[in-house]
């Protein structure tokens, strides 16, 4: 059966030693947690004083983005693949949308982010999600349709199965207004139906599509009850050690 996995995604908070003290907490706060993967993304700064903290626990480092370049060259501000495994990172969140609304990341980038982050053995986590506008229009399934089959456009079957899936509608993202297990549920169920269609039943039945979107300690038990949802993208309530435990914990 698919493993849960539960991620915070720091965002552009915390300092080195800020960074340390909430992985220090988590860590012994979740150090019983067997039913999941915890991972969190510290930033850029604190990867390497988080990931030697955490060495041998149970949690693992994610980074938050990738350079789509694979090896040394003039590429000002970019941080590639093989730096982050040098840091210590197992994962990297590709394709969030606050990197595609904001920062240009378009489809093609994060086609080729995830293929460097393959090739180095760093797992991505693959964001995707609908605006507010597109689901009040209809679009949801449509968007994420068309996100996905441009971020894997010519993947093999193999490198899609170590991907992780974030589905994270953007009007859900900060905002507290969380989807509804149901409605998650039938994004998710799409995704996998979409995932099968494309590259069979045993890459869409083994990958874990994680719902993001004001995932809190009081609604992740609802939503983890979903048959598609197998874990949680977390922003906000991932930054205190405490909140992050009792989502990390929601099995309690
Ligand atoms: P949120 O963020 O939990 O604060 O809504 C989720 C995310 O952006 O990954």
């Not at 994962?91 to 240009?104: A, P």
């Not at 982050?117 to 797992?123: D, E, M, N």
């Not at 229009?137 to 170590?162: H, I, M, P, S, Y």
């Amino acid at each position: 059966m698919r493993k849960p996995v539960i991620a915070g995604n720091w965002k552009m908070f915390k300092t080195i030693s800020e960074s340390v003290n909430t992985a220090l907490s988590l860590k012994s706060l979740v150090a019983n947690a067997n039913h999941c993967e915890v991972i969190i993304a510290p930033v850029f700064t604190s990867l390497k004083a988080v990931a030697d903290r955490v060495e041998g626990s149970n949690i693992q480092v994610a980074a938050q983005d990738v350079s789509d370049q694979l090896k040394y060259g003039a590429h000002t501000g970019e941080i590639s693949a093989e730096m982050l495994k040098d840091a210590g990172c197992s994962h990297v969140i590709i394709g969030h949308s606050e990197r595609r609304s904001l920062y240009g990341d378009i489809d093609e980038f994060i086609n080729r982010k995830l293929r460097a982050a393959l090739q180095f053995g760093l797992t991505p986590i693959l964001c995707c999600g609908e605006t507010l506008g597109e689901r009040d229009a209809g679009n949801a399934e449509q968007v994420v349709n068309n996100q996905l089959t441009a971020d894997l456009n010519g993947f093999a079957d193999e490198d899609v199965a170590k991907l992780i899936i974030a589905y994270e509608p953007v009007w859900a993202i900060g905002t507290g207004r969380t989807a509804t297990p149901d409605q998650a549920q039938q994004m998710h169920g799409y995704i996998r139906g979409w995932l099968t269609d494309k590259f069979g039943t045993s890459v869409s039945q083994g990958l874990r599509i994680l719902y993001g979107g004001s995932v809190k300690p009081d609604n992740i038990a609802e939503l983890m009850r979903a048959e598609d949802i197998d874990g949680a993208l977390v922003g906000g309530a991932s930054l205190e050690a405490e909140s992050f435990a009792k989502i990390v914990n929601y099995n309690e």
